[in-house]
């Protein structure tokens, strides 16, 4: 790590490196928090100090950490085999372990997230046994998450009612989602797929063989659109058919999007694996970023090669905002027709989903809440084929009422002289603060410092600065510029004195008046002098 002292006390280092001494002490760059919240900050020099007690305890800390990893790779597994359907509570209470552990982390709370760390082993084992004990369980698939009005129907016949988060539906049975709705339905393999909104759905066949636990599973898209992945164990040994419109898809992929406009028209993209399409007793199969359309009557589109991810414009995955709003770019991709960008605050996109259609190459986020946002983007081409979406992109939003520092370079007092007609001063405050010089605004650099030139200096003039953050807080500033001139830096005069530069005085004492600027020290200085 450059420009890091180290003492047997203490460590001390620039803020620049607070995620390297993170990598280097607890294991993991996205565990700065704890460094942050642990040391003591020097705002001159912008550098942070441990102290020999907190670095043993980020140390040991690390230890442990390096099991959270580990047990993620468990309770994949385990939710591979079942554990969405067979131990809910108990994977619902691994989860929360493990979500509490990254929050504690965000907060700095080292001595929760320790202990959060050190039970997480035996809340998995508990998950494992349960879903060992539990298993066997004629249930196929379960709403495991809803947002907005969401309704499931009961059979063939059966008429539509309101569905709650963990319903339990079986073969025939049905799904649909209204304007702004979305469901995930999580089968026993760990594969789930997402019914978007304004959606019609059915599972035409739901099916598990106990003896290797494989699925047989087929549904069929009415209308809308859905999003099936499939897990490693769901993609390798099940068998997956989805009826979209006029055509029937066998998937071998962990992401594939369908969209059905009634039973006319499909449009099929696939972003992993491979699928087989067939209509019209023709079969095509599509790769990896491969799409068709097929329409009733016709063969299916032979495969068409899927417009890439915008690329982001954004010098990094992640930004933190202090306001409701943020403005989000994207790089513009040749030939797309429109872009769909989603925000949600699930990484997996799977809850409370927030989808924006649009033909330029940004948009605004609204009512973004506090905490963390993840948004991606994705690019349409003329058959209205969607891409594989963009890296996803962290937006973090927090409170911030601490007006933003501002200071000024060889300033005493708020005030500066100089014997020139022009000046340079240079200063420092927050990066991405608007800064305004007598109201006009001024270039900052990414570390906070500013210049400001001013030209033809008056005798006396007061320097406006006004430094506003991304949450409204203000600091305000005046300097008062003074330029030196002789007629009052040597305008004096001496009480008793006579001649000019022999002064004969007439009593021990002396008065020595005249004009100064405020803010100045004088100096006088006495000699004697002996005469032989």
Do not use: C
Not at 207 to 229: M, Q, V, W, Y
Not at 302 to 308: C, R, S
Not at 352 to 372: A, E, F
């Amino acid at each position: 790590v450059n420009d890091i002292s180290l003492a047997q006390e203490s460590i001390t280092f620039p803020a620049k490196d607070l995620q390297l001494i993170s990598q280097r002490y607890t294991g993991s760059q996205i565990n700065w928090p704890l460094i942050l919240e642990m040391a003591t900050h020097e705002s001159e020099t912008n550098t942070f100090t441990l102290a020999s007690a907190d670095v043993l305890k980020l140390q040991n800390f690390s230890n442990l950490a390096a099991s959270v990893s580990t047990q993620k790779v468990r309770i994949q597994e385990l939710i591979g085999s079942g554990a969405t359907i067979f131990a809910p509570l108990e994977l619902a209470k691994v989860t929360r372990m493990t979500y509490e552990y990254q929050q504690r982390i965000k907060e700095g709370d080292l001595e929760t997230a320790t202990t959060l760390v050190d039970q997480l082993p035996l809340a998995v084992d508990e998950l494992e046994k349960i879903l060992m004990d539990s298993r066997l369980v004629d249930v196929q698939a379960q709403i495991s998450k809803k947002t907005g009005e969401v309704d499931k129907r009961l059979g063939l016949l059966g008429s539509w009612q309101e569905a709650d988060q963990g319903d339990l539906l079986k073969e025939l049975d049905g799904l649909r989602t209204m304007i702004e709705s979305f469901a995930n339905l999580d089968f026993t393999d760990g594969s789930t797929v997402i019914i978007e909104p304004e959606t019609e759905a059915i599972i035409r066949r739901s099916r598990i063989d106990k003896l290797n636990e494989s699925t047989d599973t087929e549904i069929t898209l009415e209308n809308g659109s859905l999003l099936a992945k499939l897990s490693a164990s769901g993609k390798s040994k099940s068998k997956y058919i989805l009826n979209a419109g006029p055509s029937q898809s066998e998937l071998r992929s962990q992401n594939f999007y369908a969209e059905a406009e009634g039973p006319g028209i499909a449009r099929l993209t696939n972003y992993e694996g491979a699928a087989v399409v067939k209509a019209n007793d023709v079969s095509i199969t599509i790769q990896k970023n491969e799409g068709t359309i097929v329409e009733e009557g016709k063969d299916p589109l032979p495969p068409v090669q899927l417009l890439p991810a915008p690329g982001l414009a954004w010098g990094s995955t992640d930004s933190v905002i202090y306001r409701t709003s943020v403005v989000f770019p994207f790089i513009e991709v040749d030939r797309a027709r429109e872009y769909r960008v989603q925000f949600s605050p699930n990484p997996n996109f799977n809850e409370k989903v927030t989808s924006i259609i649009t033909t330029q190459t940004s948009v605004t986020l609204q009512d973004l809440p506090l905490g963390t946002t993840y948004v991606r983007v994705q690019a349409s081409d003329e058959l209205g084929l969607k891409g594989p979406h963009s890296e996803t992109t962290r937006i973090i939003r927090n409170i911030d009422n601490k007006p933003p520092p501002l200071f000024i370079d060889k300033t005493r007092n708020d005030l500066l002289f100089t014997l020139q007609n022009a000046i340079t001063l240079s200063g420092v405050t927050e990066p991405n603060v608007q800064l305004l010089v007598d109201d006009e605004p001024q270039k900052i650099s990414a570390s906070g410092q500013f210049s400001i030139k001013k030209t033809d200096l008056e005798n006396d003039q007061i320097l406006s600065l006004k430094a506003e953050d991304r949450s409204g807080n203000i600091t305000d500033k005046e300097i008062r510029i003074i330029k030196l001139t002789e007629a009052v830096l040597y305008n004096l005069s001496l009480q008793g004195a006579r001649g000019t530069n022999t002064i004969e005085v007439q009593r021990e004492e002396i008065t020595i008046s005249g004009n100064a600027y405020s803010g100045q020290t004088y100096l006088t200085k006495t000699y004697t002098v002996h005469i032989n």
